[in-house]
């Protein structure tokens, strides 16, 4: 069973920077796509960075591209979410995941969740 637990959540300022990190237990992180995935209250829920199987392609939705850098660490099967010049739309919960796929580009295509860390962006 795979398991994700994302941390690194918090309050910030607008134009502030955080950093989210989410291990994964279970399986090994290059068997997965991976991606961090948002969902504001009222809001679906919507992808905000993807990464595929092989690390050599993220993918960003135009609402955060230039800010958010996905990455992940092998050695420690370990995801990271780099969020710089935030802004109060960003305010949301934040979700790891990951897909049996080369990459995942949907919602839909994710089948393991974390429980999801709270950011919330203040003016």
């Known amino acids: 069973q795979v398991q994700l637990v994302e941390s690194g959540g918090g309050l910030v300022q607008t134009g502030g920077s955080l950093r989210l990190s989410c291990i994964v237990s279970?399986?090994?992180?290059?068997?997965?796509?991976m991606g961090w995935l948002r969902q504001a209250p009222g809001k679906e829920r919507e992808l905000v960075a993807a990464i595929d199987r092989g690390d050599t392609t993220p993918m960003y939705p135009d609402s955060v591209k230039g800010r958010f850098t996905i990455s992940r660490d092998g050695a420690k099967n370990a995801v990271y979410l780099q969020m710089t010049s935030l802004k109060p739309d960003d305010t949301a919960v934040y979700y790891c995941?990951?897909?049996?796929?080369?990459?995942?580009?949907?919602?839909?295509?994710?089948?393991?969740w974390g429980q999801g860390t709270q950011v919330t962006v203040f003016s």
């Open positions: 995941a990951a897909a049996r796929a080369v990459i995942a580009l949907s919602v839909e295509e994710y089948e393991y």
């Open positions: 279970g399986r090994t992180i290059s068997s997965y796509a």
